[in-house]
């Protein structure tokens, strides 16, 4: 999936993931990535079932994880399994050879087993078929839909199926999402005005538009303040230079982030207005650790 149009300077110089994400199963993905120390899920999770713990407050409505590929934030938040375990797992040299459908079975069996948040309903939202289908069959998320809703408005199976979430979820998806994505995904929901969202946003890339698109439902969007979160290392020269570029253009220090070879996160959460009003985020996530800088 190509980067949006809005963004034709910003980010434009990033490496092609492209095939990774269209393989039946994560193994090439991870192949990839994990030469690259990516580590965006696990930095987001501790953010995310901070949000969770705040949002569901016996109300345990679905997770929607926005790009899910594979349905790693799902695996996280389900399991007793951290990224490192994950990767493991798919980069596995006893399992690099066996046929597809096999070690979709045997994955299945894999989670199962380590399951400890079986009532959390988990959604996914891609344009990758086979990396939804791979998510659907090992359990990893309990329903999971290959659409684009930059191009387009969601099928009535993904209107219906995402009408009752109550998290949205997104670790690395704007710069090819953008608000239009988010504006037809939040007018299916049952009551759009009650959704929360964490969004982890490169910094190469600005938030604003979605934001005020999130700011027409009645939500409040905030920045976590005074701290980044690590993505993973630059796969190139090319990359390197075209981020630290964009940063500055935005007016950001890349000091310590994407000068030192990462691109980094800003996280940006969204509350309804009353809730905002009420709870100051600090508080909401005081006992998240620092440390992602």
């Avoid at 095939?19 to 990535?33: E, K, M, S």
């Avoid at 929607?64 to 994950?86: F, K």
């Avoid at 493991?88 to 597809?100: E, F, G, H, Q, V």
């Avoid at 999971?144 to 109550?166: C, I, K």
Wanted: net charge negative; aromatic share 8%; glycine share 8%.
């Amino acid at each position: 999936m190509p980067l949006l149009d809005d963004n034709a300077l910003t980010g434009s110089i990033k490496t092609d993931f492209t095939d990774i994400y269209t393989q039946p199963d994560p193994r090439a993905y991870f192949g990839a990535l994990a030469g690259l120390e990516y580590q965006i899920p696990q930095r987001a999770l501790p953010v995310v079932e901070a949000v969770l713990a705040a949002r569901s407050a016996g109300d345990p409505r679905p997770v929607l994880d926005l790009c899910c590929s594979y349905g790693i934030n799902a695996a996280l938040l389900r399991h007793r399994l951290d990224l490192d375990d994950i990767t493991a797992r798919a980069t596995d040299p006893d399992l690099a050879d066996l046929p597809a459908d096999e070690l979709i079975e045997a994955d299945r069996v894999f989670y199962a087993e380590r399951l400890r948040r079986p009532d959390l309903p988990t959604l996914g939202l891609d344009v990758s078929a086979p990396a939804i289908d791979y998510a659907r069959r090992t359990g990893l998320l309990t329903d999971g839909w290959a659409e684009d809703l930059e191009a387009g408005d969601p099928s009535p199976e993904l209107a219906a199926g995402v009408a009752r979430t109550g998290l949205v979820v997104c670790t690395g998806g704007v710069g090819y999402i953008g608000h239009r994505t988010f504006e037809r995904l939040l007018r299916c929901m049952d009551d759009p005005g009650d959704a929360w969202l964490v969004v982890f946003v490169l910094r190469v890339f600005d938030y604003a538009d979605v934001a005020a698109a999130l700011a027409e439902f009645g939500l409040v969007t905030e920045r976590v303040e005074g701290e980044t979160f690590v993505q993973r290392r630059f796969a190139d020269d090319g990359e390197f230079r075209a981020a630290n570029a964009d940063v500055a253009r935005r007016g950001l220090d890349p000091t310590g982030r994407e000068a030192d070879g990462w691109y980094h996160a800003d996280c940006f959460v969204t509350r309804p207005a009353a809730v905002a009003a009420t709870t100051p985020l600090p508080d909401l996530l005081a006992g998240v650790g620092a440390g992602n800088r």
